[in-house]
């Protein structure tokens, strides 16, 4: 091969590393987007972007994976996960919960495909946007309506008969979005005799989509003509109770709006201008996105953004009498949660008697109990959900809901056993003492978007473990997703920190 040729082999390689990286930033950009939005568009965003990090690995092989701190935890929790799933009594039900597990490779993905401080920050812009898109997206369903909301239907109506409840919700009639009870007259008159009318019934007062059956109600048995004095129910229309955005459940939504206003609340913090308009900017955003988490109703989030906002207070600040109230403030912030959610949803931060809490009390009490018969490996993933009646749960004979455990260390703990969790726990600890030494060393480098951005990113992960004590946060894809992008980002943070020190 003459040297022109080998010029030409050379610039097809480079060409081809080039192309690869493009794409593998152009799906990271596309995960930040389309987290907040759709689980479906940020798997496939990620599995692109690592699939092209992999072909870009099996091209260059050589000075490219880089070692973090995080490294050896994360191998010895997959290995003690690896260990349970292979030893559990149903181990085709718990390799489906390694694919929970698994996503821990998309910190890796992240962190050797974010090459500067700048495209942390491009990244970061793009998930707010994504947010604000969730959060526009939330305003226009209060302001416009879900369906139509049923209120006392009469035992002799027909949707009693059909099998409506009291505060059934009907999100889609005829797959249509009906919003205004005038407008379901109209469909009703225009309707004709003979076709059958079917509703997509949530029951209980919910609006969880996921939780939606089908109803048909015979158009014969409708009055005619129809007016909404003889449907013999109340029918008005309907607003979310709770914010959920796109997601299907409110609790994963509030769970990731803790973590965006942490990155939010850590970039006000840092600001060295925080009245002039680029502080107003962010402090609009974190109160934006703070009425978004008010509105999810989500207790164990809103003490956790609490506990991340004093985390953050805390490294900023260094005067002793501000870090002296902190805790006085923390006491306050639960107050004012327990006053607000009495308000809004008729229970306390915690209430034995109320349904939520009782049934978090029961499961733990039995979780606490299958730890003790199943210490070592646990009884695997997805066992319980696989074979409940084994199992014997106060909480799934009383309140006839089959759930997980509410909470990270227990269900680990049950599922996976006690090794695994001390294992998951020192994962967690190494990873806090690496955010708090990224703090520490972007405050001594004078860049205050970068100080503000490692703040969030401790914040945020303080507040998710404190939340992970009351909600199984860690089995949630669409929280484990962010969380594990954001990690990403911090170990690639450290790396251009400890590049920089060299």
Known sequence: MDHGQQVDVKTGFHRSIEG?????????????????????????????????????????????????????PILVYLLLCTISTLLAPLPASSWEGMRKVSLVFVLL???HNIPSVRRAKELVAVLFFGVLVSIAYTGWNYAAGIGLRVYEPQPDSVFYRAGIHDKDLFLRVDDR????????????????????????????????????????????????????????ARIEGGRPYRARGFYSHYVSYA???????????????????????????????????????????????WLAASFSCSVQIWFYVRRRWVRAVLPALLLLAAAGTNMAMRHWRGVGVFDPREGSSGYRLLMWRDGLRLIREHPWFGLGMHTIDAAWWKFD????RLYGLRSHFHSTPIQLAVELGLPALAAWMALMGVYWVMLARLV????????????GLTLGLLGGT??????????????????????????????ALRRRQVTMAV
């Open 109 to 111: 993905v992240v962190a």
């Open 440 to 451: 520490k060393r972007a405050s001594e480098q004078g860049d205050a978007m970068l100080y």
């Open 393 to 396: 749960l106060a909480a799934y």
């Open 255 to 301: 769970e990731v709006l803790q973590l965006i206003i942490a990155l939010a609340f850590g970039y006000w913090l840092s600001c060295r201008h925080r009245w002039a308009p680029a502080g107003l900017g962010l402090a609009a955003l974190v109160l934006v996105f703070g009425v978004a988490l008010g509105a999810t109703l989500t207790r164990a989030s």
């Open 462 to 491: 303080s507040g998710f473990l404190v939340s992970s004590v009351v909600h199984y946060n860690f089995g949630d894809s669409l929280v484990v997703l962010l969380f594990w992008f954001l990690a990403g980002m911090a170990v």
């Open 177 to 232: 979005f009906i919003r205004t009870p005038q407008e379901f007259v109209k469909h009703l008159e225009a309707k004709p005799r003979g076709e059958p009318l079917r509703l997509w019934v949530v029951h209980y007062g919910s609006d969880v989509a996921k939780d939606a059956v089908t109803f048909i109600v015979p158009t014969e048995a409708l009055p005619r003509p129809v007016s909404l004095d003889m449907l013999g």
């Open 20 to 72: 690869l990286d493009r794409v593998i930033t152009a799906f990271l950009f596309v995960f930040a987007l389309v987290q907040p939005l759709s689980i479906a568009g940020t798997e496939i965003a990620y599995a692109c972007a690592a699939l092209a990090w992999l072909a870009r690995l099996a091209i260059v092989r050589r000075g490219v994976l880089q070692s973090s701190p995080l490294d050896l």
